[in-house]
């Protein structure tokens, strides 16, 4: 086959949309080819390797399988980041705007505290989960508009913001609640309750979204991620039971231990929610509304 015949062997079935094309070669005969082809996988160092997006230091075609499963990490790791940081933001803002409802506001060092403590951390670690070692059987979902990505997003961050709701309703029926009345724009109990489950919301989602295989390895093997969750659970710990002991952050203390173990009871409610979703349900959705299965069995 001639040189320009691979390369319009790749346009010809890169025609059917359903097709996701790969291509090894070796020989400057190949770079063509290589070059319309979606992935393409140079096995040598010479003009192959100018031609292709990737080369590969073991000349055979096992670097194929080895570029997919990383492919297909990245991917998966890219989704979960952007549904993060869209359900980070929107558990922000129903918190903020709970907080304008009841006439408060969050102080800086609360902003300050849930960014650079939590959020922050957790995007920059969170992505450093490597590939599983070996294929999976179907692919990841690409697309943002999906069923899958649409229905985790929304069903997390309604259940959220439900959470939130029900926590502040909750707590102020009670009769020995009493609630102050802060100054306009002021941190206040309010406040402080919707801070302190918003954080908790915030690390049950950052969890649900690492999950491991079959894309990704387990995530006890993220060390730097372990880390930092752990120090985001333990500080937020001190901080609900010994909030005197961050008085920059204006966390109003709540005497009543019955209230603060409601607080940390609703936290574990819509964690273990939000992780059994996204581990179960979402899982399933993926793997019915992902690609064609591929054939690892020949």
Not at 82 to 105: E, G, H, P, R
Not at 259 to 273: E, H, N, P, T, Y
């Amino acid at each position: 086959m001639k040189p320009n015949h691979k390369g319009d062997l790749m346009i010809l079935l890169k025609q059917d949309k359903r097709n996701f094309l790969a291509f090894c070669g070796d020989g400057t005969n190949d770079t063509c080819a290589l070059r319309q082809a979606d992935v393409g996988l140079a096995l040598s160092t010479e003009d192959a390797s100018l031609a292709a997006p990737f080369t590969s230091s073991i000349f055979n075609i096992s670097s194929l399988i080895t570029l997919i499963r990383e492919g297909r990490a990245c991917l998966v790791t890219c989704v979960e980041c952007f549904k993060f940081m869209t359900l980070y933001s929107c558990i922000q803002s129903a918190m903020v705007l709970q907080c304008y409802f009841w006439n408060t506001d969050l102080s800086l060092y609360q902003y300050l505290y849930q960014d650079l403590w939590l959020i922050i951390p957790l995007a920059f670690t969170m992505d450093l989960t490597n590939a599983f070692p070996s294929l999976a059987r179907y692919r990841p979902i690409s697309d943002l508009i999906s069923i899958p990505i649409i229905s985790s997003v929304t069903i997390t961050a309604l259940t959220s913001i439900a959470i939130q709701i029900g926590l502040v309703q909750y707590l102020t029926s009670q009769t020995e609640f009493e609630l102050d009345e802060p100054d306009e724009g002021t941190p206040g109990q309010i406040n402080t309750i919707l801070i302190l489950l918003s954080n908790s919301q915030v690390l049950a989602v950052a969890i649900a979204f690492t999950q491991g295989p079959p894309f990704r390895q387990q995530i006890y093997k993220n060390i730097p991620y372990i880390i930092t969750v752990t120090l985001g659970i333990l500080g937020h710990i001190f901080v609900i039971f010994y909030p005197d002991g961050f008085q920059h952050l204006e966390i109003v203390s709540i005497t009543s231990l019955r209230f603060q173990w409601i607080i940390v009871g609703f936290s574990l409610v819509i964690a273990v929610f939000i992780i059994l979703y996204e581990k179960f349900v979402t899982s399933a959705l993926v793997k019915k509304y992902s690609q064609e299965d591929i054939n690892l069995s020949a």
